[in-house]
């Protein structure tokens, strides 16, 4: 059985390694998972975020790597069970001058430029909080708020507090400072996503998935990439 599985250049989640070849925590987790269930088979396609839910709803591909779920994009396609649970987190300059800790506190500062890509989740949570469009530097990719930092234009780039955390580890001008949430907010969950039609792969995904979220094998292979136990212990059981 062959699957084809979409991916962008997101580390420590999924991303192109010195080898050509996919690697990252959610990487190990499809190939775990898929072997199986009987693949014998993975080809992997690079591609943009904003190709993701219109490659897998057209069939270029049957599978998309974790990316969060949403109503919105619940409507247009079929999660998986969550597979980790993770909030936001900001890339910042080092020693965070600007002391930007929140979308708020973005918003509070006329001088602060934030690099937003318009299909994440991180997009809409800006704009709720009240950062201006004057204030928003429009990204296609997670390679280009790295470029903003170097060339000077932003002062912030969000993201997961994981993928902000392997950001910041790879470059020492940077900082990553995790997110402030209110007291009743929960951190999201992200998870596998696939054509609203295609119940036989959702199905043995799900079935395999239940099996093999939070065993030791799981719990070493994400650990590699810096996910913490909270990232983990807070979807076990979900979706069951």
């Known amino acids: 059985m062959k699957i084809k599985v979409a991916y962008i250049e997101e580390p420590p989640f999924y991303w192109t390694g010195d080898d050509q070849r996919p690697t990252g925590a959610d990487i190990e987790v499809a190939e775990v998972v898929l072997r199986a269930i009987g693949v014998t088979d993975i080809e992997y396609h690079l591609t943009s975020f904003g190709e993701f839910l219109p490659g897998v709803q057209e069939g270029r591909w049957d599978m998309n790597v974790p990316i969060f779920v949403t109503a919105e994009r619940a409507q247009q396609v079929a999660f998986s069970v969550p597979i ?21 506190a973005v918003a ?50 969000p993201g997961t507090a994981l993928g902000c ?12 400072v995790d997110v402030e949430m209110g007291p009743s907010s929960d951190a999201p969950v992200g998870g596998f996503s696939f054509a609203k039609g295609n119940h036989a792969l959702l199905d043995a995904v799900n079935k395999q998935l239940r099996q093999y979220l939070g065993t030791a094998d799981h719990r070493a292979r994400v650990a590699k990439y810096g996910f913490t136990p909270s990232e983990i212990d807070g979807v076990i059981g979900r979706g069951q």
């Open 84 to 104: 980790w649970t993770i909030g936001d987190g900001f890339v910042v300059r080092s020693g965070n001058p600007k002391q930007l800790t929140s979308y708020e």
């Open 165 to 176: 955390r392997s950001i910041a580890g790879a470059n020492p001008a940077l900082e990553a």
């Open 108 to 157: 509070a500062r006329s001088d602060a430029r934030i690099g937003l890509i318009p299909e994440q989740i991180q997009f809409a949570a800006a704009k709720a909080a009240g950062v201006r469009d004057s204030q928003i530097v429009v990204l296609k990719e997670q390679p280009e708020g790295i470029a903003a930092f170097m060339a000077g234009t932003i002062d912030a780039f």
